[in-house]
């Protein structure tokens, strides 16, 4: 067993800590004020360096990296922004990565360039107002009209959604058969009768132009369903496992900037004649904050590992994202704590870093969901006993 990073890894770090650092840093709290996406000229750039295609093959203009790489990718931009690391994870994991795995050779053709390049943003949208935890009772329709199916419905939370182009769109052929009447559609946000609704006005990630959608009548080929159509669900929680160790990434990005931040702070500020870092309450908090984030990377690591290795992973992905996520949490309550009164007003970012925070224990798959999905294996690996 090896735990340590390999050359390539090593060199993907070094190369997106150093992109994120130069290019983004500068951004990040902008990003956060004004609430607005990065500019186009930096989401360009990040295409030059394959940002956009992490794990796409060559073929289609991306890296083909394996998954830590992946995951070292995505932690190292949310050190630095949040809001950037979510724009990637979601458009690598949960659009190219479902589009790469179940996509048709036409479909491939049509838009696998275009998202590994980062020419299209892309989307993946189930939550509706009405269905959040319960996907399966989404109530956007897919009504078949000869070879083409008409979609009508409301998105609610669309990552992505005021700046992307591409979107996976789950809608239900039929309500009443629940998860089995789902399928996948390959949307375009040019597509007439598609339209962004509000963009969100959030406490976190504000970089990001989460949206609602609206589609009106919105005429979809047939043959831009993804997999199989009465498959949809399946493709959705498969998208998901992939998903959810990007989001765990970014838990992991968050709570190193918090922590890193913290100990620097420890070190320099003085009360009482010493660094404060000397005295052990705040010493415990960072031994607490480090120990939490190295167990969170080795499970975000093994995650990624299986994944890469063919075998099943989802029960290990729910939990690098359970744990990951709660870690950064308590990590930025800690580190906001370290910094006193300075960690609560906006001129350092440690409040912002709280505030990204909180989200990654929300989206993919709120905690008490990653629970289920680990509870349900655990009865069913002790019912079998
Ligand atoms: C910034 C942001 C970005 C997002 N991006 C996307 C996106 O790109 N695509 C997309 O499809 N969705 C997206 N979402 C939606 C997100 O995935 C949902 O908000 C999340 O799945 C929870 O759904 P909900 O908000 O409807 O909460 P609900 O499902 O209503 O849950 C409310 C509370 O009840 C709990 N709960 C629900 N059911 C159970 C149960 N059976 N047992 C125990 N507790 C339960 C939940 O854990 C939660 O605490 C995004 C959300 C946000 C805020």
């Not at 922004?81 to 979601?90: N, P, Q």
């Not at 006193?340 to 990654?360: C, H, N, Q, S, W």
């Not at 798959?365 to 349900?376: P, R």
Request: proline share 3%.
């Amino acid at each position: 067993m090896d735990l340590s990073l390999n050359g390539t890894q090593l060199m993907v770090r070094k190369a997106v800590r150093s992109f994120a650092r130069e290019a983004l840093e500068e951004w990040a709290g902008v990003l956060d004020r004004e609430s607005r996406p990065l500019p186009s000229e930096l989401t360009a750039e990040m295409g030059r360096i394959n940002l956009w295609g992490i794990q796409a093959p060559r073929e289609y203009g991306g890296a083909d990296l394996d998954g830590i790489s992946y995951t070292v990718a995505i932690e190292e931009l949310s050190r630095v922004s949040a809001a950037v690391g979510l724009g990637v994870t979601v458009h690598n994991s949960v659009c190219l990565a479902p589009l790469l795995k179940f996509g048709t050779q036409d479909q491939l053709n049509r838009y696998a360039h275009e998202l590994a390049s980062g020419k299209k943003i892309g989307g993946f949208t189930v939550t509706e107002p009405q269905a959040g935890s319960d996907a399966a009772s989404i109530c956007t329709t897919a009504v078949r009209k000869g070879d083409r199916y008409i979609i009508n419905g409301q998105k609610a939370f669309v990552t992505n959604g005021g700046t992307g182009d591409i979107f996976l769109v789950a809608a239900t052929l039929d309500p009443k058969k629940k998860a089995r009447g789902i399928a996948v559609f390959i949307m375009e946000k040019n597509m007439p009768g598609f339209e962004v609704g509000k963009v969100e006005d959030m406490m976190g990630v504000r970089g990001n132009m989460v949206s609602e959608l609206y589609f009106n009548n919105v005429s979809v080929p047939a043959e831009n369903i993804l997999g199989r159509a009465e498959d949809g669900f399946r493709v959705c929680m498969q998208a998901l496992d992939i998903g959810r160790i990007g989001i765990a990434a970014q838990a992991l990005g968050i709570g190193m900037a918090a922590y890193e931040a913290a100990a620097g702070y420890a070190a320099e500020r003085r009360q009482f004649g010493r660094p404060i870092g000397e005295f052990q309450g705040v010493a415990f908090k960072l031994a607490e904050m480090k120990t939490g984030l190295d167990a969170a990377r080795l499970l975000i690591y093994r995650a990624a590992h299986l994944k890469d290795k063919g075998l099943p992973y989802s029960v290990e992905s729910a939990m690098c994202k359970r744990y990951a996520s709660s870690v950064a949490m308590e990590v930025c309550r800690e580190a906001l704590q370290v910094f006193g009164g300075y960690g609560y007003v906006k001129d350092l970012p440690v409040e912002r870093y709280f505030r990204d925070a909180k989200i990654t224990e929300i989206y993919e798959g709120t905690s008490e969901v990653m629970n289920i999905i680990i509870g349900n294996a655990i009865m069913k690996e002790f019912e079998r006993m």
